[in-house]
């Protein structure tokens, strides 16, 4: 019987994630769905074409611009998202509670949350998304809602600001081994 579980929360794309129904997900009323078919026109080709991120750092736009990009051309999504992150919480939370297992919310902060200064020099887009700040305010709704149901969190922000050390991240935006070290500490 496990006695804590631990819930990794990449900041830089599980809330996009969310939107993807071709896997088991939520819709907007929060109903559980099985797997089905893309029914909207696709549309990550037009955010990675605007966001043209030069190589050899393109993978930054799987890392969090993508997240970032689609909430800024549809705000609307942002609460949504939210209210559909709290349900995934919720359900979690209870299964932790069912099991006797604590719950461990674990935020690993996206390249650009850390390192806005280096992330705003990826592009004309980069640099805009970092500035209007919507990844931050994702982040601070998430953690907003754990903290309203008193969940255990650990921030691996701050220990990665102080760091400060690049290579935290890998050159696709993984976090890298340092970066993993520095986590592992963290959690302990």
Do not use: C
């Amino acid at each position: 019987r496990p006695a804590v579980g631990v819930v990794v929360v990449f900041l830089g794309n599980h809330f996009f994630d969310l939107e993807n129904k071709t896997v088991p997900h939520l819709d907007d009323e929060l109903h559980e769905l099985p797997p089905g078919v893309l029914t909207e026109p696709e549309t990550t080709s037009a955010r990675l074409q605007e966001l043209a991120i030069p190589a050899p750092y393109e993978a930054a736009f799987w890392q969090g611009f993508n997240q970032a990009l689609y909430l800024q051309q549809r705000p609307e999504r942002l609460p949504i998202l939210l209210r559909k992150a709290a349900h995934a919480v919720d359900v979690l939370e209870a299964a932790g509670q069912q099991h006797g297992a604590r719950i461990v919310w674990a935020l690993l902060p996206s390249f650009d949350l850390v390192f806005p200064e280096h992330a705003q020099g990826l592009g004309r887009v980069a640099d805009e998304l970092v500035r209007s700040g919507i990844q931050r305010r994702l982040r601070d709704g998430f953690t907003a809602l754990l903290d309203e149901r008193k969940a255990q969190v650990v921030d691996f922000e701050p220990a990665f600001r102080t760091d400060g050390k690049l290579d935290l991240f890998a050159l696709d935006f993984h976090v890298y081994v340092r970066g993993h070290r520095v986590m592992a500490d963290t959690l302990r």
